[in-house]
C-alpha cells in the first residue's frame, strides 16, 4: 500500500473519531438562536469578518454564565489530551497532502483555548466565578490565566498567588495580567519585586513591566525606567 493512501486512510479515520465526538459534544450544547455554542465561539475567531465577531458576541453575551462549564472544560488539556494529539496529526497529514487548511483542518487544543478565553472577555466580569477552577486549570494550561484580565479585581489575591507558581510561564502569565489592573494591584508589589530576580529574561521583562505599571515609584528605585 503506498505511502499516499496510507495517509489518505489516516486521514479518513481521524475525520470519523472527530465527527462522532462531535455528535457527543453537540448533544450537549447550548443553542442560540439555532447555532451551537461552538458555532457562535468559532465566529470569536480572528480572521472572522465583523459582522460575524458582532453577532457572536452577542450569542456568547446572552448565553451568559451558563456557557461557563463548556469554557472551562476547553481549557482543561488533560481532558483533551487525546482529542489534542488527534488532531495535531490530522493537521500535519493535511500538510503533508497540500490541503489548504484555510479551507479546512482539524480543531485543535490551542483553537478551542483562544476561544474560551475570547468568550471570557465577552463575558467580563460575569466570569469571575470561573475564577478558582481557572487557578487549578493554570498548571496545565497557563494561558487559563489571561482570562483573569476580563474580570475584576477580586481576581488580584489568586494572581498574587499565580506569581509565585513553580511553573515560570504560569508567573509569566500571571504577571501580564496582574499589570493591567495598574495600582489597584498594589499588593502584588512585594512579590513583583522579589521576582526581578527571575533567571528567564522573557518571565522577568514582564515582573518589570507589571511593576511600572502598578507602582512606577518602587519600580524606578530599583533602577526601572
Request: glycine fraction near 8%.
Amino acid at each position: 500500500m503506498g505511502k499516499h493512501r496510507l495517509i489518505i486512510l489516516a486521514i479518513a479515520a481521524l475525520v470519523l473519531f472527530s465527527g462522532v465526538a462531535w455528535l457527543i459534544e453537540r448533544s450537549n450544547e447550548k443553542i442560540y438562536k439555532g447555532k451551537p455554542l461552538s458555532e457562535w465561539l468559532a465566529g470569536m475567531d480572528y480572521g472572522q469578518p465583523p459582522l460575524v465577531r458582532s453577532n457572536a458576541t452577542i450569542a456568547i453575551r446572552e448565553l451568559g454564565t451558563n456557557i461557563l462549564p463548556r469554557l472551562l472544560s476547553d481549557l482543561d488539556r488533560p481532558r483533551h489530551r487525546l482529542r489534542e494529539g488527534m488532531a495535531n496529526l490530522g493537521n500535519d497529514l493535511l500538510g503533508k497532502m497540500y490541503i489548504n487548511q484555510n479551507r479546512f483542518r482539524f480543531v485543535t487544543f490551542n483553537d478551542r483555548s483562544h476561544r474560551a478565553v475570547q468568550a471570557f472577555w465577552v463575558l467580563g466580569p460575569a466570569g469571575e466565578s470561573a475564577a478558582p477552577e481557572l487557578m487549578r486549570l493554570s498548571v496545565e494550561n497557563p494561558f487559563c490565566l489571561d482570562t483573569f484580565q476580563y474580570m475584576g479585581p477580586g481576581v488580584i489575591p489568586a494572581l498574587a498567588k499565580a506569581l509565585t507558581d513553580t511553573n515560570q510561564w504560569v508567573r509569566y502569565h500571571a504577571a501580564v495580567v496582574v499589570g493591567s489592573f495598574g495600582p489597584k494591584a498594589s499588593e502584588v508589589v512585594p512579590i513583583l519585586l522579589i521576582n526581578l530576580a527571575e533567571t528567564n529574561p522573557t518571565v522577568r521583562r514582564e515582573m518589570t513591566n507589571a511593576l511600572m505599571k502598578i507602582d512606577p515609584i518602587a519600580a524606578a528605585k530599583t533602577g526601572i525606567n
